[in-house]
Structure formats: structure tokens, C-alpha cells
């Protein structure tokens, strides 16, 4: 029996997809230069230690690299017995954010421990992602009409404390994993294209009843109007217009690294958060960015082939729900500093800078690396 064991643990082993195992290291490492680059020399200005966002996000990926690795060690199936817990205690948190919450940029989102600010809507997204799968997983026969509301009522629950917050950014997120899951679980297709058409009359109505915030709309106008000559649609922009700038200005081979106008004089607001991408740009140009592009894209590869290889319904969702969640991820952030996507806060998966945000995607590795462990082939 314990020779069976060590024969199980050795093949599950040499069954784990490197790929997207060092693919993620990969990033994190990446996220981790690209943060220091984009920081030291505004950090040093203003008579700062240059290496504080180089050491706190290192250590952020170190321990997220060892959480991933542990969690991949772990059973899939064992997720189940944490699900109910879990989705209660995230809810409980998305309440308590209101209470207990730090206040930030007219959001209230995040719990301040004195280390590390930790955001739940991030570990949300997660949280949802396993309470449907379970949720399927346990009706091999397929889904019923009152299978699929209470699926609906499982995730709007979350996501109306999460737009609440506000968080928009989040909230679509869940919304397109929501709606990946239930594709992927069998749902109609006709009642997926109602749900679309009912979510789509829901955002006008936001706009038109003033349930959406005024920076909200006024993102999403100036999105539409970029070129637009007016002053005060100019001053919308102003971001997006100095992203785009600065990604243009990288060239080829780019500026090198901890140079490039735009990053030392700081034009970019949030450049090693929600616009790292543009650093990547001005400092690495055409070739660099591409490089970053082909591992992002990598790894999202690698978690579908995960989830296609699955040898359940559980394994298989809990893989195509954290692929959507990474892939759109990066294809919003990237998105909004080029002006094709509006701007919603959504950090670049790994290599904006972020605890919990890290965090939360080494942990969603870990979770597609268990089912690759025990996938069929």
C-alpha cells in the first residue's frame, strides 16, 4: 500500500506542467525588475529607499511562489470540502471592507494590516470560481433551469458588495468567469445570450439611473472620446495620453532599463501598479514587450491545455475559470495603456506591483498545477 502511494506521488510529479510552473515564476521575477525599474529613481527624488517596492514585492513572490507549489501538492478534489466555508468567509469579508475598510481614491476595498493591504474582492473572483465548480461538480446529470439560479444567486452575492466598493473592474471580471463557467458546465447557449442581452439593458440602466459613480461614466466617455479637443475631456485622458506616449516612445530596443522620460520624471500616474505596462514599454521597446507578451500569453495557453486535459467537470472549471481570470486580466490592463480598453484599475497578472494581487494569482496557479498533476494523459 505505501509502495502504491510513492508510485502515485511519483507519477502525479512527473505529471505537473513545468510550463506553466516556471512560466509563473517567470513573471513574477519579471514583475519584480520591472517594478524596481520603474521606482528607484522617483524613490530617490523624493529621498527614499530605492528598494523598498524591489523588496516588499520580492517578498511577495517568494511567498507566493511557495504557496503555489505547496497547493499544487494538494488534491484538487479536497478543494470541495473548503468551498462552502470559504465562499461564506469572503462575503463576511466583502461586508466587514465596509466597516473596517481603508478608504482610498473615493473606494473602500481594502484591510490595512500593517504589512500588507489585502484586498477580498481579488480573493473573490477565486472563491467564486470554486463554489461553481463545486456546485457542478456535484450534478453529474447536467444543470436544471433552478440549478442554474441558484448558481446566479451564488455569484450575485459577491458581486454586489464588489461593485458596491466600488470596484467595476472586478465586477466584470466575475461576470465574464461567471459566464465561462456556465459554458463550460453545459448551460444553453440561448440562455447565456439572454443573460448577456439582461446584463448589457442592466449597465445602461447604471448609467442612465446615476447607480454607476460620476468617474465611472466619465471613464468610460472619455474612452469613447479620445480624441476629443475638449478641455475638460483632455484632462480625462491625461493618463492615457502619457501611457501611450510612453509605450510609443520605448521604440525598438527601447530606453534601457531605470531611464526613459516618462518614468523618471514620473508622467505616469500609478506606473508600478495599474500602468506597469507602460515602463515595460518606454524601457524595453518593441523587443521587450513582446517577449513579456509571449510569457503572459504562455502561461494563459497552458492553463486552457490544463483545463481541456482535465479528467473531471471540478478540475476542468476550476481551470477554464482561472484562465479567463488571467487572460482577461491582461488583456484589460495592457488594453487600457494603449486607449483600446477603458481604464478600470485591473493590475497586470504578477507584475504590477501588489500583495494580494500576487498572492491570489500564485494561488490560482497552484490550483490549475493540482489538476495538471492528475489530469488524463
Known sequence: MAQNRISTRLREQAAMDVGLFFGLIALGVTGVIMIYSATASALIQEGFNPHYFLERQAEYVIIGIIVMYVISLIDYKRFEIFATPLYVAIVLALLGVFVLGQSALGAQRWYNLGFIQVQPSEFAVLIVVLAMATFCERRPDGLSMRDVSRLLLLVFAPLVLIFKQPDLGTTIIIVLVAGAVLAIAGVPPRFLTLLAVGGSVALVAGVYLQILHKYQVDRFVSFLNQNSTNPAMQSLIYEVNNAKSAIGAGGLHGAGFFHGMQTVLGYVPEQHTDFIFTAIGEQLGFVGTLVVLILLAFVAWRMFQVGKTAKDTLGRLISIGIFVFFAFSCF????????????????????????????????????????SRRRKN
Not at 485591473?346 to 500583495?355: A, E, R, T
Open 332 to 371: 484589460e490592463n495592457i488594453g487600457m495603456t494603449m486607449g483600446i480598453m477603458p481604464v478600470t484599475g485591473i493590475p497586470l497578472p504578477l507584475i504590477s506591483y501588489g500583495g494580494s494581487s500576487a498572492l491570489v494569482f500564485y494561488i490560482a496557479g497552484g490550483a490549475v498545477l493540482s489538476v
